[in-house]
Every structure is written in C-alpha cells, then in structure tokens.
C-alpha cells in the first residue's frame, strides 16, 4: 500500500485544523487555476471534473483560500457554476467578488443565492449591472429597505409585473419607496392608483398627472355600445358597471331626481354651513356619482388630493372646493389671513388637473374599490396591513358611521 493510500486509510500527521499542508495549499492553487484557464485551453469536461474536485477542496478550506478562488475567478464566465454558486452563497467576504461582476450566472442561479442566504448577498445582487426580471422578483419577495431601494435604483434591473406589484405593497411601509416607484417605466396606472392612498403630496400629484388617461379614444370606440345598452335597458350589471367606467358624464343624474338637494352644489353649500354629517358625506357621493366606499375614502383622507380629483371630476368651481374642505372642518386660512399651505397646495392640484383624468382617475377609483379585479398590490396590501383608519372602508354600510364617528 502506498503512503498516500495509508494516510486515507488513517489518521492525517496533520491536524485537522482548516489550513493543512504545504502539499494541499499547492494542489488547491492548482486546481484553481486550472479551472480558471480560458475556453480554448481545457474541454468542459475536464473543467468540470476539476470544479468538482476544487469544491470538495474548498470545503475544507481556510476562509482566505476561499477568498483568493472568488477573487481569481471573479470575472471568469466558463467556472462551473456548481463551484461558483458555492462561493456566491458563501461568507460575504467570499461571495462580494464573485456577486459583484461575475457574468457566468444565469438568471436561475442568482434567484436561487436571494432566496438562501442573506441581506448583504442580496443588496450586491441588487446592484448588479444587469438584473431579469425573475432575479428581480426574488428579491422583492421580502421586506428589505435597503435592497428594495438599490434595485429601483438600478436602470440595469428588469422588474416584472408581478415584482412591481409586490414592490408597490411593501411601499405602504417602507419610507421613500414610493418615490423611487413613480420613476420606473414599469409602474402601470392600476398599481399608481392603488399606490396614492399612502404615497407623499409630491407623488400623488406626479401620479394624477402621469397616471391617469383621458380615455377619449376609448369613449369613441365605444360609442354605439352605449345606445345598445340604453335599449336593453342598462339590464347587464357588468356592461353597466363598465360603460360608468368609460362615460364621458360624471354626476348621476337619476340620484339628483331623487335627492333632497337640488344638486351637487345645494349639497356642498349645506355641508359648509352645517358640516358634514353620515347622511349628507354619503348624499354627496351619490350626486357625485360614486359609492359610499369611494366617497369615505375621499373625505377621510388627510392629504386631500382626492377632494381636488372629485370636484374637478364633478365639474365643481374652485369656490365649492374651499366649502368642501371647511365643511370637513378643515383650516382655510391662518391667523393673518393667508391661505393655509395645505388648502394653498390643494388648491394648486386642483388647478393641474384636467378634467377628463380627474374623471378618470375618480372612476377608476371607483370601480377598483369594489370591483372583483383589484391591483394585486392595492387589495393584497389593504388586507394585510390596513391600518385601523382604514379598516373602515371594507363595507360601505358602516362607511360613513366610522368615517364620521357618528
């Protein structure tokens, strides 16, 4: 039996510290560069072998031995990728090399690496210079600041559907997410609207004014469909709901037959005077043509933007935008009788706004809050971290009793 045979067969003369001899320091640096040399200079099979050979190594290397692999093979794409999966999912010391430039990885393996290791691995992949859009989503399935912030900063980073919808939902908790949102090309209306409700005053105006369409194209296409359903006398609740969506009127003029107000402008100026009681909120919704759902969530939101939408939508004049926000008991003006630097920047919203993407943005509103099909981002996000104030809107019978603390 040889020596070498013997010493497999027994124990080591070494001890069994991480560092060993002098012979596998050697045979270690061999098979790295072995594996390292270029296409033209090895088959893929004998690479492969010595991949397999070197990773069997690796595990019982030293930690600077597994360092110098990753920085000897940080921009070689022909490694095995068994070896170099190994050491992107190593210690972050090992892994930075390699997660950083190396372009040997397809798209499979780096989803893999997000899922198995940890916070730091996941913010280099983040930074990569080229991310797809499965990689994408990997890494936007956990709330993570820090990376969800670096890949929306990424021009290299390719995000999915679906990845904007979960990136939308994490935006309702992550401070600043919303604001590097609004700049990706990816964002499409459904997931900005249902971003608006918790987005800053900057965003959501940039949001009314980008977002929303004006569906002209739309209302001419569909035109005669309107007549069509007028005959069948608005019999069909799905084509009814739809062409609410499409119309170019907003206010409902059946609800202004039957109200006690003689219109949408009667029922803000008796607001105004009176305040805002649940009757009256929920009277006004009707006459503006929306449900009580959509109206609560109008009224009780703090920034207000969406009463500058509904009075523009509505054909509202500026003047019921300010009896709308006193009936809300909301300041106007300030001691020395300036305007209020909230109603001076809502004021100023209402004044961007055009018509035609108010109503559209109203109605979209509208008919997503109680709509069968919701922005995966919007509903998923309502219903896993609605806030108490929010909670309200989940029904409209109980709507206006909660909005209103009646």
């Given at each position: ?12 003369p070494q001890s069994e510290g991480a560092v060993g001899g002098r012979a596998r320091r050697l045979l270690l640096r061999r098979l790295i560069d072995f594996v390292a040399l270029p296409a033209t200079a090895v088959a893929p099979q004998d ?221 803000v100026e008796v607001a105004a005077e009176k305040g805002l009681n649940p009757e009256l909120a929920q009277e006004i919704g009707f006459l503006a043509g929306v449900k009580p759902v959509t109206i609560a969530k109008i009224l009780s939101d ?105």
């Amino acid at each position: 039996m040889s020596a070498l045979e013997q010493m497999s067969e027994g124990e080591s003369p070494q001890s069994e510290g991480a560092v060993g001899g002098r012979a596998r320091r050697l045979l270690l640096r061999r098979l790295i560069d072995f594996v390292a040399l270029p296409a033209t200079a090895v088959a893929p099979q004998d690479r492969s072998m010595g991949g397999d050979i070197l990773l069997e190594m690796l595990f019982h290397a030293a930690p600077d031995d597994r360092r110098f692999c990753a920085q000897r093979l940080q921009v070689n794409k022909e490694a095995p990728r068994r070896l170099m999966r190994y050491l992107a999912m190593s210690d972050l010391e090992v892994a930075k090399p390699i997660l950083e430039v190396n372009e040997g990885f397809d798209a499979a393996d780096l989803a893999t690496i997000a899922d198995e290791t940890t916070l730091d691995h996941r913010l280099l992949i983040a930074q990569r210079k080229r991310i797809d859009p499965c990689v994408a989503e990997a890494l936007c399935q956990r709330e993570e600041p820090a990376v969800l912030k670096a890949l929306l900063q990424n021009n290299g980073a390719e995000i999915s559907e679906r990845g904007m919808d979960l990136l939308v939902q994490h935006s309702r908790t992550v401070e600043g997410l919303t604001t590097l949102l609004i700049k990706r090309l990816e964002l499409i209306p459904s997931q900005a609207m249902a971003m608006f409700w918790w987005a800053d005053g900057a965003t959501r105006r940039v949001i009314l004014q980008r977002q929303a369409a004006d569906r002209l194209e739309l209302v001419d296409l569909c035109s005669d469909v309107f007549a069509v359903a007028a005959q069948e006398n608005w019999s069909d609740p799905v084509a009814r709901k739809t062409l609410q969506l499409i119309e170019r009127r907003q206010r409902n003029r059946a609800a202004i037959e039957k109200s006690p107000y003689d219109s949408l402008e009667h029922a803000v100026e008796v607001a105004a005077e009176k305040g805002l009681n649940p009757e009256l909120a929920q009277e006004i919704g009707f006459l503006a043509g929306v449900k009580p759902v959509t109206i609560a969530k109008i009224l009780s939101d703090t920034g207000g933007e969406g009463l500058a939408v509904l009075c523009k939508a509505t054909g509202l004049k500026r003047p019921y935008l300010a009896r709308l926000w006193h009936a809300l008991r909301r300041p106007l003006k300030l001691d020395d009788g300036k305007l209020h630097p909230q109603f001076a920047y809502l004021s100023e919203t209402y004044e961007l706004l055009a018509v035609a993407k108010a109503q559209t943005t109203l109605r979209y509103w509208n008919w997503s809050l109680s709509s069968s099909y919701s922005p995966r981002a919007g509903h998923a996000a309502e219903d896993a971290t609605e806030s108490p104030s929010e909670t309200r809107f989940s029904t409209s019978r109980r709507t206006a009793q909660l909005v209103f603390g009646a």
